[in-house]
């Protein structure tokens, strides 16, 4: 008996705590990926980043544009990798900072696929200004375990299962 | 969550290079969930880790005065993911140093092989724009410099235990 | 040896490649660092890097950056470098092309003026130093 299919999955193995994505805007699937992500005062790191300068850490809104690539892959092969690795990250440049109460408006475009390489533009933007760019190339995974241990299927079961219960329904563009 | 990226120092070298490590546990807030039933360690955190090695390496090197901020990544590669049970072993030199911003380049190994490749890029926040405020309470970068090893491995250039500086 | 115009015109070319993620073919002898290939203030601290490392060169701030004399007030008179501060500025920088820039010599302007072929002269009278 497959994960997925027992009753009432905890949800501790569903919800990424790590998220950097509160809400999904605009999906093209495997082509584009709008989200949003607002910085709340109440986060806990602020304390150390900075002590007397609260900001998003740069590499959090890295994340962020890491985040928003990987679901624009997932979406777009309706959830066939059980994994998506993060392989290189290019010209990342921070612009600004981001401070509490303030909201990001996160896009991912694809620019090419060569066999399981994918690669895509990304950015972060607030108002007029753009906080983080980068150029990510991420590779459709295995994990490697063995036939027997059916950890593919059930990985990529649970990540479906995340989408859904974390983003609901997505705007959706038609696919171009 | 704290935003302590290192768990220790094992090398520090004054304006030259440190070393530390970064233990990779199943508990982790940013590991739960992170990729279910297969967990790892975001890859984006392994450049923080790099970054705050790199960025004391910089930070000290001015006696701690200047505000070293990651303005940059030229290029961070990735060979293998972090798992919970790894220890990730980061080791960062200085390339460059600037009136205005630094550059380091920086490798992780887990197990004896190469993990991640990282080039970083510091600017120093420029006081026109950002005041002359200190990013950090007196004490506080101290504390966090205790609490990852930093002054029982840290010697300056001669390799004589480095002094705690006055703007910690 | 002495690399050629043409050698150095392909590692600048790399440089500005590598620090502000553009392609190659966007970077042509004429076109502007700033307007044409979007480098910001903390672009120009990359590119200075990626120059030292790919000549072995030592590139100072003020060789690439004026802004001493762009905010002298004997060489600036409502906005705009005098004819003083335009010969200042040859002395300081005998590579650039200031033809442009003297038409309108507006100081805000000054930092969209650098081109390609501008860094690549730079270069050059640096190795040839």
Redesign the interface.
């Known amino acids: 008996m497959s994960?997925a299919t027992s009753t009432g999955v905890p949800p501790?193995?569903?919800?990424?705590?790590?998220r950097q994505l509160d809400e999904i805007t605009e999906l093209e699937p495997g082509r584009r990926l709008v989200a949003l992500r607002t910085l709340r005062s109440e986060e806990?790191?602020l304390r150390?980043?900075?002590?007397?300068?609260p900001v998003m850490?740069?590499?959090?809104m890295?994340?962020a544009l890491?985040q928003a690539a990987v679901w624009m892959i997932r979406t777009g092969e309706d959830f066939a990798s059980?994994?998506v690795?993060?392989?290189?990250?290019?010209?990342?440049?921070?612009?600004d900072f981001l401070s509490p109460g303030e909201t990001l408006e996160i896009t991912a475009e694809l620019i090419k696929e060569e066999g399981d390489r994918v690669t895509v533009k990304t950015r972060a933007r607030k108002a007029d200004r753009i906080t983080v760019?980068?150029?990510l190339v991420l590779r459709k995974a295995k994990?490697g375990?063995a036939e027997r241990m059916r950890?593919d299927q059930?990985?990529c079961a649970?990540?479906r299962?995340?989408f859904n219960d974390t983003f609901g329904d997505v705007p959706m563009v038609e696919r171009s | 969550?704290?935003?302590?990226w290192l768990d220790r120092f094992t090398e520090f070298q004054s304006g030259s290079h440190a070393t530390g490590v970064k233990n990779v546990a199943l508990d982790e807030?940013?590991?739960?969930?992170?990729?279910?039933?297969?967990t790892f360690l975001?890859?984006?955190?392994i450049?923080?880790g790099i970054?705050q090695l790199g960025g004391v390496l910089v930070s000290e090197h001015f006696d701690f005065e200047k505000r070293v901020?990651?303005?940059?990544?030229?290029?961070?590669?990735?060979h293998a993911?972090g798992r919970p049970g790894d220890q990730l072993r980061y080791a960062v030199r200085i390339d460059s140093l600037q009136e205005n911003g630094a550059f380091c380049s920086a490798t992780s190994h887990c197990d004896g092989a190469l993990q991640a490749e990282v080039d970083l890029m510091f600017a120093f926040l420029d006081p026109s724009r950002f005041g002359e405020?200190?990013?950090?309470?007196p004490g506080?970068l101290l504390g966090?410099l205790r609490l990852m090893n930093f002054f029982e491995v840290a010697v300056d250039a001669e390799g004589r235990p480095l002094a705690i500086s006055e703007n910690l | 040896m002495a690399p050629t115009s043409d050698e150095v015109f392909q590692k600048v070319q790399e440089a500005l490649v590598?620090a502000?993620?553009v392609d190659d073919d966007e970077v042509t002898p004429e076109a502007t660092l700033v307007g044409d290939l979007g480098a910001?203030s903390?672009?120009f601290l990359d590119i200075v890097f990626k120059l030292e490392k790919a000549f072995d060169i030592q590139i100072p701030r003020e060789e690439l950056s004026p802004e001493d004399i762009l905010t002298n007030s004997q060489y600036v008179e409502d906005g705009k470098v005098t004819a003083e501060g335009l010969v200042e500025l040859k002395k300081r920088m005998p590579w650039a092309n200031l033809e442009e820039f003297e038409k309108n010599p507006r100081v805000q302007d000054f930092g969209n003026l650098l081109t390609v072929q501008d860094m690549v002269r730079y270069v050059e009278s640096k190795l040839a130093a």
């Open positions: 994960l501790v193995l569903i919800e990424m705590r790590y806990d790191y150390d980043h900075f002590p007397r300068f850490p740069g590499v959090m890295l994340e890491h059980p994994v690795v993060l392989e290189e990250a290019k010209n990342v440049k921070f612009g760019s980068a150029r994990t375990h950890t059930d990985v649970l990540v299962q995340q | 969550m704290r935003w302590l807030e940013a590991l739960d969930g992170y990729c279910p039933a297969y975001p890859p984006t955190l450049i923080e970054a901020v990651l303005a940059k990544v030229g290029k961070a590669v990735y993911l405020e200190s990013l950090f309470n506080d966090m | 590598d502000l993620g910001e903390i672009d």
